[in-house]
């Protein structure tokens, strides 16, 4: 469960930012959007959605794209480039991250706190990777920290690691307090410049069982679907070297409800290659034989992309995991999003305290009856120096001109620039220009 995300320095984003899933002060109704937890006899809250809002180029993709690299750099558990084809480049080549427009190298710096099985984990580092496309630079990690719990297990400046041991935590430890104290000249001698002091000397000297906590969450949990197109076909069948065709029955009972075209649907496994490929099944004229082809050529692309979203979804809800989309809405009618995002504020259904986070230029959204003020953010761009800004309609105050009160007409107010994150848009001009170089 996501409690809170922050990010310094990456692309746009100079200034840090926090992508708060924790509820604002004071806010008030839809208290199905609201999570509770108790963690060492504390009360943790969160909130199970977030929507956001923002023209293009204001960038709402580079927050989510943010949360993809420190999800891609956690999991590798270093900041040097990988070669390997991604949608987010900035998350194998890090030299895609600064802004192109700095003077002086600034750190970028991540931060995120969520729960996972009863503890409570914030996680910090920062790292100086050189000016944009600089990749000739001898990147560090500066800093990075560990908490869980609200106990600082390690705190790390550049090559040296401060300890804390924790009673209280002792079972998660692979050795006894006096060990774990002696440690620290190992733990010291055992830091790259380049590696992160957790999924390295940590997990090997220090507690194998804090990292695979922490890297299991990343990797199963933390679902971060950067651009639309990134949603690809994966399926794991129990012999994945076993050529064949594969239905899926939730899957493809859903996708009649969306309005499959087809008979039904499902995956192949070549021979070749053991590549898994989406098809459509079809009867032939005579409905004796059911003819295999590849869904791409049959459907239409929104249900191409419903049908490879949906098991994300369903992964979330049974697993209790945190789903990050990049324009959720595209291509696919509004209905069905509006019945996936109640299916995450259903308290008989959710029970496992999934969250769907996404961002989103469909107005619909933008309901006091759908979404909590906390759980609606905004992303806007200065047109002076093409930084942008993250924040929530809970920001602003409840009273005076600007105020937002509960039960609103937040799609009117929103259209009336009222909340920011909105520009005009006017192609007139271009179209009047070449008339009129038509004419003489």
């Keep these: 469960m996501l409690l809170d995300f922050k990010v310094k320095n990456y692309?746009?984003?100079?200034?840090?930012?926090?992508?708060?899933?924790?509820?604002?002060?004071?806010?008030?109704?839809?208290?199905?959007s609201v999570f509770e937890k108790k963690?060492?006899?504390?009360?943790?809250?969160?909130?199970?959605?977030?929507?956001?809002?923002?023209?293009?180029?204001?960038?709402?993709?580079?927050?989510?794209?943010?949360?993809d690299t420190m999800r891609a750099i956690v999991l590798r558990g270093h900041i040097l480039n990988i070669d390997e084809s991604s949608i987010n480049e900035a998350a194998n080549c890090l030299e895609l991250i600064p802004n192109n427009k700095l003077k002086e190298r600034k750190p970028v710096c991540f931060y995120i706190s969520f729960i996972e099985d009863n503890y409570c984990i914030e996680y910090s580092f920062s790292m100086n990777i050189g000016f944009f496309l600089e990749k000739s630079f001898q990147r560090?990690?500066?800093?990075?920290?560990?908490?869980?719990?609200?106990?600082?297990?390690?705190?790390?400046?550049g090559n040296h690691v401060d300890l804390k041991y924790t009673k209280k935590l002792a079972d998660l430890f692979m050795v006894n307090a006096d060990?774990?104290?002696?440690?620290?000249?190992?733990v010291d001698a055992s830091l790259n410049s380049t590696e992160l002091f957790l999924m390295n000397g940590f997990k090997l000297i220090l507690s194998r069982k804090i990292v695979d906590l922490i890297q299991q969450w990343f990797k199963n949990?933390?679902?971060?679907?950067?651009?639309a197109n990134a949603i690809e076909v994966i399926r794991r069948f129990e012999d994945t070297n076993s050529p064949g065709f594969y239905v899926e029955k939730t899957t493809n009972e859903a996708a009649k409800i969306f309005g499959l075209n087809s008979n039904a649907i499902g995956y192949m496994v070549s021979d070749d290659d053991h590549q898994t490929k989406l098809c459509?099944?079809?009867?032939?004229?005579?409905?004796?034989?059911?003819?295999?082809?590849?869904?791409?050529?049959?459907e239409s692309y929104g249900t191409i992309r419903f049908i490879n979203l949906f098991p994300l979804v369903l992964k979330a809800i049974y697993t209790g995991g945190t789903l990050v989309i990049d324009e959720f809405d595209a291509s696919i009618h509004p209905m069905a999003l509006m019945n996936i995002i109640n299916i995450f504020h259903d308290d008989e259904i959710n029970i496992h305290h999934a969250q769907l986070i996404f961002d989103s230029h469909n107005p619909i959204f933008l309901n006091s009856n759908l979404f909590r003020r906390d759980e609606i953010k905004f992303v806007e761009r200065n047109e002076e120096n093409d930084l942008s800004d993250l924040y929530c309609l809970s920001d602003f105050k409840t009273a005076g001109k600007n105020g937002v009160r509960k039960n609103e007409d937040y799609m009117k107010n929103y259209f009336i620039s009222q909340y920011g994150?909105?520009?005009?848009?006017?192609?007139?001009?271009?179209?009047?220009?070449?008339?009129?170089k038509g004419d003489n």
């Design 179 to 186: 060990t774990f104290n002696r440690m620290k000249d190992i």
């Design 39 to 67: 963690i060492d006899n504390k009360r943790k809250k969160a909130i199970c959605s977030s929507v956001i809002y923002g023209p293009n180029a204001a960038g709402k993709t580079n927050i989510i794209g943010a949360m």
């Design 221 to 227: 949990k933390f679902m971060v679907i950067y651009k």
């Design 140 to 157: 560090v990690i500066i800093d990075e920290k560990l908490c869980i719990n609200d106990h600082l297990i390690f705190n790390r400046k």
């Design 421 to 436: 994150a909105i520009c005009d848009i006017d192609f007139s001009p271009i179209f009047k220009e070449l008339i009129s």
């Design 280 to 298: 459509s099944i079809l009867n032939d004229e005579n409905n004796q034989e059911k003819i295999i082809i590849n869904a791409k050529i049959f």
């Design 11 to 32: 692309k746009s984003f100079q200034q840090e930012v926090s992508f708060f899933m924790i509820p604002a002060p004071k806010q008030k109704g839809l208290d199905y």
